[in-house]
């Protein structure tokens, strides 16, 4: 760990003395986005952490420690040179040229540093606590946040005005505008359950999570809502059986960051262990249900939009074959 921390003191010092601070932010308490300037030089923009950061030019090379985001970035046209390492994501082919940097929970910051990046995008939660050693290199830092559909939104908008592309930003949110993915109101209720981790720790997702949000556009209703939060991870609870066994879901999700099948295998022997359980709805009806990965074991991005429709058809299918 020493020898961590003297790495980074010996390249903060390096740029310290070389290159002069880019970008200055302040704390604040607002988590609105409000964008001045048109994108090009001068733009100061207020991030998903209330930080407002100024820009002196349009950044031209990104560094993003938030896959989601470089998927945005990418999509309106900016240059990502550098990506988190992720594990059962899907990589766009055009950002599998981009270097890792590490994780938000790791950051490699000499990765991060030899790539010269004009910004570098971080998580609101995760990345806040390195914002102090980006500037003493600096590096201009945004941090956003992905835990609902309108999160997503806002993201792409801030980052059509940061990188003065608001034209391909517009085409972007109207292809995701929830009303022109004409989602059907349910035909009757449906109660469900997202369980989220491993097969050792198994989550409940709760309405505030980007897939609990999901659900609710998609009509469904959550039973986790009113579980209490775990302390690290706000937008899930402990998986309660017993709130399980009462509310009796019609169909159980299944996100996993590993195997997703392992996953289901141990929500299924949870229930074969007590009796009662073998004759919940979403079980007699064969109603577990895998998430694909690629859209829902993180923030999608740009792929949102298919995400709520995925959701929406399932919900809607078990809506209209009744329980």
């Not at 997503?152 to 608001?166: C, M, N």
Request: glycine share 8%.
């Amino acid at each position: 760990m020493r020898d961590i921390v003297m790495r980074r003191l010996r390249v903060s010092l390096f740029f310290l003395l070389f290159i002069p601070l880019a970008a200055c932010t302040t704390s604040g308490e607002t988590a609105t986005l409000p964008v001045t300037g048109d994108g090009g030089a001068g733009v100061t923009v207020t991030d998903f952490a209330g930080r407002e950061v100024g820009l002196e030019q349009t950044p031209r090379r990104l560094v993003s420690l938030v896959q989601a985001d470089a998927e945005i970035v990418q999509a309106l046209g900016g240059e990502v040179v550098g990506r988190p390492t992720v594990q059962n994501q899907q990589v766009s082919e055009a950002l599998q040229g981009a270097e890792e940097v590490g994780t938000a929970h790791d950051i490699d910051f000499e990765k991060v540093v030899s790539l010269q990046p004009d910004l570098v995008i971080g998580h609101a939660e995760l990345n806040r606590k390195d914002v102090d050693m980006f500037a003493s290199l600096g590096i201009p830092v945004v941090l956003t946040s992905g835990n609902s559909y309108d999160d997503v939104l806002q993201a792409v908008e801030l980052y059509g005005r940061i990188l003065g592309k608001e034209e391909q930003a517009g085409e972007l949110l109207a292809s995701l505008d929830v009303d022109q993915l004409e989602l059907t109101p349910l035909a009757e209720e449906v109660k469900a359950l997202i369980i989220f981790g491993s097969a050792d720790t198994m989550m409940a997702a709760l309405p505030s999570s980007l897939s609990g949000d999901l659900l609710a556009l998609a009509g469904g209703l959550n039973i986790a809502e009113g579980l209490p939060q775990i302390e690290h991870y706000p937008q899930y609870a402990q998986l309660s059986m017993e709130r399980v066994l009462e509310a009796d879901p019609d169909i159980v999700y299944f996100i996993a960051h590993g195997d997703a099948e392992a996953v289901k295998e141990q929500f299924e022997a949870e229930v074969k262990s007590n009796s009662s359980w073998q004759h919940l709805q979403a079980v007699e009806q064969g109603r577990l249900v895998i998430l694909p990965p690629e859209l829902f074991s993180s923030n999608p991005g740009p792929r949102i939009g298919e995400a709520l429709q995925f959701i929406h058809e399932s919900v809607t299918a078990v809506a209209e074959k009744g329980r």
